[in-house]
């Protein structure tokens, strides 16, 4: 097995760039023997460890991360830890148990950051009121009623919203209708897994910028990095769209590059001229549909472009080009604040299969995969890595089982076709967006 996607990008822009620089974990640079590795520091492996320590505090768990904490998607997403999945097409009878599974998993993980947030007094502006899902076109508002009477059937707490309360809630007049789901929080995502980061307990050893490049499989299995080589009993993959198995498993996912900008923090007029919110967040209830949110630091994120860039952040020409997106979407919603200008600009690579699922695997007797949530993955990750540890090391959770239960993710055909074909899927995401984006 080993890594093709050598070259680990990083650029430190958006959530990152707001907030106080940490100082990144040392790298690896000697030979070691350990039972438990885990490759990659994301919100998966971070709770996996977290999890693995738990389970072993006599044991050492070694943490590898190719990047720096913050650079993978886990320090650039929208920071919405949603408790309830939005299933598009409306409630369907058949998919009880599986709309039921899934909604365990994301309060799994919900429960456990809140735990860990709370435990170890994160501040990474964690704000449980409920998430907005809202609808600015005629698609969308048809979503908006279906994503209702979802919520009425599975009894979910919610708040249905007309267009006049949503400008008052949140002062725009872009959206018609849409609801409130009164579970969920948000976070920003650097803060949250800096801290997640720097509260390690002691027996996880975390080493920054340090690629796996190889693993040799065996008994005990060869880990190469850049500077060192890791002899390992047990190792599990939380390395989202980049796994490193060559064959099946590679061929079943892939990045979709996403990107959004941040304005200054707005002054105190600018802030009133917004609705009786202090802070809040928007889903689109289209696919294509931007991310919207008001930072509790008076910041007003949005993020709508996706593509397939072969598994890679954009550069500096493309950004500038997408900000142009981003701005139109942000004047069509707050056109009196129109002369904000974006202080941040960034994006970032989701791990996507085709068929929408996740990717939770035994792949051989001491290999394991935890990853990939379709631009939904604070909480779900959070929960995937908690339930490998516990795969990993044979405890029968219920967890685990749920998280077994998911589909099996579809087959992806190799190169050039894969390119074509991921490109394909996501430019559907944004069919009927209309003035959703
Ligand atoms: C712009 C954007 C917005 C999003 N918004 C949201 C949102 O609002 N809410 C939500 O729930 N989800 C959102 N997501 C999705 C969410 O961020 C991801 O699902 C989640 O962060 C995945 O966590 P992870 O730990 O599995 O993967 P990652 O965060 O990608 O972490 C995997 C880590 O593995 C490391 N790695 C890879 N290969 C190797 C190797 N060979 N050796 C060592 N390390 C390696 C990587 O460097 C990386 O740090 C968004 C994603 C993006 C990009």
């Excluded at 994160?122 to 908006?144: F, Q, R």
């Amino acid at each position: 097995m080993n890594q093709t996607y050598h070259n680990f990008d990083q650029e430190t822009k958006g959530w990152v760039d707001l907030i106080q620089p940490r100082v990144p974990s040392t790298k690896l640079t000697v030979d070691v023997n350990a039972k438990w590795v885990v490759v990659g520091a994301g919100y998966t492996g971070l709770s996996c460890a977290r999890r693995l320590a738990e389970l072993h505090p006599n044991e050492k768990i070694f943490l590898i991360e190719a990047r720096e904490i913050g650079q993978s998607a886990s320090g650039r997403n929208s920071g919405y830890a949603v408790a309830h999945s939005h299933f598009s097409g409306g409630y369907q009878k058949t998919q009880l148990e599986n709309y039921q599974r899934i909604d365990r998993i994301n309060q799994s993980g919900l429960k456990s950051l809140k735990s860990i947030i709370e435990n170890n007094q994160i501040e990474c502006d964690y704000k449980d009121s409920g998430i907005y899902h809202l609808a600015a076109d005629k698609n969308s508002s048809e979503e908006s009623d279906q994503f209702v009477d979802y919520l009425q059937k599975r009894q979910i707490e919610h708040i249905e919203l007309s267009k006049d309360q949503i400008k008052i809630e949140l002062g725009t007049n872009w959206y018609q209708k849409g609801v409130k789901v009164k579970d969920g929080a948000l976070v920003q995502p650097a803060k949250l897994v800096f801290g997640l980061a720097d509260s390690l307990p002691s027996n996880v050893e975390l080493y920054e910028n340090t690629p796996v490049l190889e693993i040799d499989m065996g008994r005990v299995s060869t880990i190469k990095t850049p500077s060192s080589i890791l002899k390992a009993e047990n190792i599990i993959m939380a390395c989202n769209y980049e796994p490193i198995a060559k064959g099946k498993l590679k061929q079943r996912v892939v990045g979709v590059t996403l990107s959004g900008s941040i304005t200054r923090v707005l002054s105190q007029d600018e802030f009133e001229m917004l609705g009786s919110e202090s802070s809040w967040g928007v889903l689109s209830l289209h696919s294509g549909g931007a991310t919207v949110r008001l930072t509790e630091d008076k910041r007003i994120s949005i993020r709508n472009t996706a593509e397939y860039n072969n598994h890679r952040l954009l550069n500096p020409k493309q950004l500038k080009n997408r900000q142009e997106i981003h701005r139109q979407a942000f004047n069509n919603r707050f056109p009196e604040l129109s002369h904000v200008n974006f202080e941040h600009l960034y994006s970032g690579v989701e791990g996507v299969t085709a068929n929408k699922t996740n990717i939770f695997k035994r792949l051989s007797d001491n290999l394991f995969y935890a990853g990939c949530y379709n631009g939904s993955g604070i909480t779900k990750g959070t929960a995937f890595g908690l339930a490998m540890a516990d795969y990993a090391c044979g405890n029968d959770e219920d967890l685990v089982h749920d998280c077994l239960s998911i589909a099996e993710a579809k087959w992806l055909p190799p190169k050039p076709i894969l390119d074509l074909g991921a490109w394909y899927i996501t430019k559907q995401r944004f069919k009927g967006v209309g003035k959703d984006r």
